[in-house]
């Protein structure tokens, strides 16, 4: 099956609550939505691989839950809440393993940030 490019959530969504259709849709799903994710993760994740590893998580979450999904708001919006929810959560556990300030003798984190190429959130390719 496939997805015409131009289609809207709102048919997405019915493809997605569907068993039938689900698998491709959901493919669709993140073709569609993984720049736009990965962008709000980083504006709050700093490095590259963690970013993409809440990305991940973040479709997990999203196939996991795809059926509780009620409409009240926006399929896009409901993404966008759940990547930030993923990124901040994934803060707060970093935090708590790591306790380090942000500059040390051996590490640096705002050098770290400058020298990544993802930094400035250029996706183009």
């Known amino acids: 099956m496939n997805i015409p490019h131009d289609i809207s959530d709102e048919e997405l969504l019915k493809l997605l609550t569907h068993p039938d259709t689900l698998e ?3 493919s669709f799903l993140v073709d569609r939505y993984s720049q736009q994710l990965y962008a709000v993760i980083r504006r709050i994740v ?3 691989e963690e970013a993409d590893d809440v990305l991940q998580n973040t479709f997990v979450k ?4 795809i059926g509780t999904f009620k409409g009240q ?6 993404l966008y809440s759940i990547a930030t929810n993923e990124a901040l959560s994934h ?6 393993m790591r306790r380090l300030p942000l500059t040390t003798e051996e590490y ?3 050098q770290m940030l400058m020298s990544d190429p993802y930094f400035d959130g250029d996706l183009a390719e």
């Open 24 to 26: 491709v849709a959901f």
């Open 108 to 110: 640096d984190l705002t």
């Open 91 to 96: 803060i707060r556990k970093e935090k708590k």
């Open 73 to 78: 708001s926006k399929l896009s919006t409901w």
């Open 62 to 65: 999203v196939w996991r839950h």
């Open 46 to 48: 700093y490095r590259h």
